[in-house]
Nanobody, 124 residues
Framework: QVQLVESGGGLVQTGGSLRLSCAAS????????MAWFRQAPGKEREFVAAVGFSGSTTLYADSLKVRFAISRDNPKNTVYLQRNSLKPADTAVYYC?????????????????WGQGTQVTVSS
């Protein structure tokens, strides 16, 4: 089992950048596919990006791949989401998720463990 704690959220102006972090507990962090999702008010949770065990493979939502970058640091048990050129539409709670399965997936059902989320607000 793994516990996830997100950090790095906050208020940022349009066009700004922000890096989110997700710290994981446990010794087997490198055995999990890690992902980021987000959920805006009144909307369903949507996939943002996922990264494979070693960090060498990634998967992005098509609409976000230009502005977002996911990475991981296995010795630090941490996964990151770098977000650039932020827009008000990026305002959401951002969640970190982990899956012990090999396949990276864009569905919430594909992930077994979730963090509590961190709020990101982009002002216009």
């Amino acid at each position: 089992q793994v516990q996830l704690v997100e950090s790095g959220g906050g208020l940022v102006q349009t066009g700004g950048s922000l890096r989110l972090s997700c710290a994981a507990s446990g010794r087997t962090f490198s055995s999990y596919v890690m992902a980021w999702f987000r959920q805006a008010p009144g909307k369903e949770r949507e996939f943002v990006a996922a990264v494979g065990f070693s960090g060498s493979t990634t998967l992005y939502a098509d609409s976000l791949k230009v502005r977002f970058a996911i990475s991981r640091d296995n010795p630090k048990n941490t996964v990151y989401l770098q977000r650039n050129s932020l827009k008000p539409a990026d305002t959401a709670v951002y969640y970190c998720a982990a899956s012990p399965r090999t396949l990276k997936t864009e569905t919430t059902q594909g992930y077994d463990y979730w963090g509590q989320g961190t709020q990101v607000t982009v002002s216009s």
